[in-house]
T-cell receptor
Framework: EDKVVQSPLSLVVHEGDTVTLNCSYE??????LLWYKQEKKAPTFLFML????IEKKSGRLSSILDKKELFSILNITATQTGDSAVYLC????????????FGKGTKLTVNP | DAGVIQSPRHEVTEMGQEVTLRCKPI?????LFWYRQTMMRGLELLIY????????DSGMPEDRFSAKMPNASFSTLKIQPSEPRDSAVYFC????????????????FGAGSRLTVL
């Protein structure tokens, strides 16, 4: 069965700290891995990593994919209170279907 | 585009009542997904449609749950009869589907329907 495991489950930091969120996956026929940010409402898309693009960066957020070790990390530098959210990792399961299997998420709290 | 639109945003009902959740996907998206989110289990896929046809309903918990998509711009998720353990946030999401690999799995979510069954 396809599996996505995120760690830690929760994290509390101070503004300005750097954080690293982890996502490990077990899925055959890997296609892509996606990161989402969920504040109070709907998850919103951050990054997609594929075999041809193993590193992505957007401002203070960056993500890398290690296909050999089957994990991805999401880094946030110089954290701000607005980064407080649940960060979700997801992969399409084997068979290449359009659906996504999500991890349970990491709840990040950034205190001023 | 207004995005994925869900209604109602909040629903409080009593055990045994019928609940109907509604979703309007983004125009032009041919895949529609229903997910349920709880603290214990996270985001779970219930069912998804392609071109209005149900493709995978293996996540639907039991016969009390049913979903329909009568046309490309509307879907419903119905729970009858509802039970307290159905309390969760129900998300609808849509995407363009496999028109080339790039971005194929990027789901756009609605704001969710928070269901409380007393």
């Amino acid at each position: 069965e396809d599996k996505v495991v995120q760690s830690p489950l929760s994290l509390v930091v101070h503004e300005g700290d750097t954080v690293t969120l982890n996502c490990s996956y077990e899925v055959t026929n890997f296609r892509s891995l996606l990161w989402y940010k969920q504040e109070k409402k709907a998850p919103t898309f951050l990054f997609m990593l594929t075999s041809s693009g193993i590193e992505k960066k957007s401002g203070r957020l960056s993500s890398i994919l290690d296909k050999k070790e089957l994990f991805s990390i999401l880094n946030i530098t110089a954290t701000q209170t607005g980064d407080s959210a649940v960060y979700l990792c997801a992969v399409p399961p084997q068979g290449g279907s359009e659906k996504l299997v999500f991890g349970k998420g990491t709840k990040l709290t950034v205190n001023p | 585009d207004a995005g994925v639109i869900q209604s109602p945003r909040h629903e409080v009902t009593e055990m045994g009542q019928e609940v109907t959740l509604r979703c309007k996907p983004i125009s032009g998206h041919d895949y529609l997904f229903w997910y349920r989110q709880t603290m214990m289990r996270g985001l779970e896929l219930l069912i998804y449609f392609n071109n209005n046809v149900p493709i995978d309903d293996s996540g639907m918990p039991e016969d009390r749950f049913s979903a329909k998509m009568p046309n490309a711009s509307f879907s419903t998720l119905k729970i009858q009869p509802s039970e307290p353990r159905d309390s969760a946030v129900y998300f609808c999401a849509s995407n363009l589907g496999g028109r080339g690999f790039s971005g194929a799995n990027v789901l756009t979510f609605g704001a969710g329907s928070r269901l409380t069954v007393l």
